[in-house]
């Protein structure tokens, strides 16, 4: 018989195991790409998911990675979806997520409300020494999620995860 609480806790907590390939630190829960988790009365498990932008080219091997981790709890029956229905924006990155960007170098997204805009990447506080003595040196880094900038404090040249 299937625990709905208990076993849709564990799920959950299998798919935060899986990593985001380009910031290997950063669960794709804490990501917030995965949208909902429903375990069928049937006792099948099925994850949806959306990706940080339509072209991903890790979306592939992500499902793969979550399919693996919920399969390995056990469940004989594994699907999990990729589609657009709840969009994806990086105000949907938990608090622990921005912490852990942080952590990994890159200044993580501030927080907006309704659209985002190019001022929201002006003076980004500087991931390594927390200073907003910074300026936006281009919006295009090497991912189309990243912005690049300079700390004049700390004069380190940083990456910022673009608000989206």
């Given at each position: 018989?299937?625990?709905?609480?208990?076993?849709?806790?564990?799920?959950?907590?299998?798919?935060?195991?899986?990593?985001?390939?380009?910031?290997?630190?950063?669960?794709?829960?804490?990501?917030?790409?995965?949208?909902?988790?429903?375990?069928?009365?049937?006792?099948?498990?099925?994850?949806?998911?959306?990706?940080?932008?339509?072209?991903?080219?890790?979306?592939?091997l992500?499902?793969?990675?979550?399919?693996?981790?919920?399969?390995?709890?056990?469940?004989?029956?594994?699907?999990?979806?990729?589609?657009?229905?709840?969009?994806?924006?990086?105000?949907r990155?938990?608090?622990?997520?921005?912490?852990?960007?942080?952590?990994?170098?890159?200044?993580?997204?501030?927080?907006?409300?309704?659209?985002?805009?190019?001022?929201?990447?002006?003076?980004?506080?500087?991931?390594?020494?927390?200073?907003?003595?910074?300026?936006?040196?281009?919006?295009?880094?090497?991912?189309?999620?990243?912005?690049?900038?300079?700390?004049?404090?700390?004069?380190?040249?940083?990456?910022?995860?673009?608000?989206?």
């Amino acid at each position: 018989m299937v625990n709905a609480t208990t076993d849709t806790q564990a799920i959950w907590d299998a798919i935060a195991t899986v990593m985001d390939p380009e910031i290997p630190v950063l669960s794709v829960v804490d990501l917030g790409i995965i949208t909902d988790v429903q375990i069928t009365e049937e006792g099948a498990v099925q994850v949806r998911m959306t990706p940080t932008f339509s072209g991903c080219p890790a979306i592939k091997l992500m499902e793969k990675q979550v399919h693996d981790a919920v399969a390995s709890l056990g469940f004989a029956e594994v699907q999990v979806e990729t589609n657009f229905d709840v969009t994806w924006s990086s105000n949907r990155i938990s608090e622990k997520g921005r912490e852990i960007i942080k952590n990994f170098g890159l200044a993580p997204p501030p927080k907006y409300k309704d659209e985002p805009d190019m001022k929201l990447l002006e003076h980004t506080a500087c991931p390594y020494c927390n200073s907003t003595n910074t300026t936006l040196k281009t919006p295009f880094g090497p991912t189309l999620c990243r912005s690049m900038h300079y700390c004049y404090d700390c004069l380190q040249a940083f990456e910022q995860f673009k608000p989206i």
